[in-house]
């Protein structure tokens, strides 16, 4: 049984900010990794009790951020980041679980969120508005493949329960920054969801570790009840952006017929 692990920074517990953190420049960079890859550990220690025998860790973050030599050995390393969607996801997977991941841009009491980069406003595949985490489970539900297991902030993890009732959460820090942030400019929204309230490290993880085996169990006993999507092809796409320098806010339109991989590598 394999199960693909997606992994981001953003929504680690003890992931404080963007300047010291999330670039390799920042301060305190190695030890956002560190904090990550212990996540992941937990997240390795209960799928691997839970019955997966085929664990992959992909490296979700701009600049990458699991440390592999502190990766627990069960698990593999993966950066497939940026290669097209679906993200080097198949259909050798049988499930699909994230860690570390933040909210989709313009989320109220969300710590640090953003699809893809400061610029989105919004992003919606057939009117279902998506992060970061929606479109890798919509291109993961064209493969058949369930989202079983999702860490990170409160706010994020409101947003998976939304688009996904049944998948198991975890949550590792509050975002307590008011407001959407739709009216600043790309610059001035990356500095603007900051501030949260972060749980110890340890503990995250050691509910990261009982929630990610809950997931195993319950996949393991019946898959059916992690759900589909609702959506049907054909696909259409609308980003909005948030204006930038001299870029006002503009709007994107695409259209597939049959498949939303393909549809975003369009963007
Ligand atoms: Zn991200």
Known sequence: MKIYVQTDLEGVAG??????????????????????????NG??????E???????????????????????????????WPTGWPLLLDGSYDALAFVGQHAKAGTEYAHIPHTQ??????????????????????????LGI????????AAFCREAKELTPWVETVVGKVGTTPGSGDELDADAYGRSHETAVHWHPELVRRRIEEAALKAARRFHEDPSQFGRIDIEPPYKLVARFRKHGDAEPHEVEREHPSSIAELMDML
């Not at 420049?25 to 212990?38: D, F, H, I, Q």
């Not at 369930?146 to 902030?153: E, H, L, N, R, Y």
């Open 15 to 40: 992931v404080i900010n963007v300047t010291d953190y999330l670039a390799p420049a920042g301060r305190y960079y190695e030890k956002a990794k560190r904090l990550l890859t212990e996540e992941v």
């Open 146 to 153: 369930p989202v079983i297991f999702a860490s990170g902030d």
């Open 43 to 48: 997240a390795v220690r209960g799928f691997a």
């Open 50 to 80: 839970g019955g997966f025998d085929g664990i992959v860790a992909a490296d979700g973050h701009g600049a990458g951020a699991v440390d592999i030599e502190l990766l627990d050995s069960r698990a593999r390393l993966m950066r497939g």
């Open 117 to 142: 980069s400061w610029h989105y406003l919004d992003l919606t595949v057939n009117g279902i508005s998506v992060g970061e985490y929606g479109q890798l489970v919509l291109c993961a539900d064209e």
